[in-house]
């Protein structure tokens, strides 16, 4: 079953555009995807280690695990 998606209208600079349609082709679909989905990765791990503290990456699923039972 494929999600369904949302279409959004963005603005980025010339040159911006212009590198990642070089890169990526014309899916800038899929490449914004991927980056808003890395993004937000980035930033919940951010916010749960001022949260938490500091965490080795080998340790973090371990933790999250723990505090999600």
Sequence with gaps: MTA????LSITVPPDIAER????????LS??????AEEKLLQDALAE??????SVPADDFYDTAEADAA
Excluded: D, L
Aim: proline share 0%.
């Design 4 to 7: 369904r998606a949302t279409k």
């Design 20 to 27: 990642v349609r070089k890169k990526y082709g014309n899916n």
């Design 30 to 35: 899929a490449f914004f995807a991927e980056a």
């Design 48 to 53: 749960y280690r001022r949260i938490r503290g």
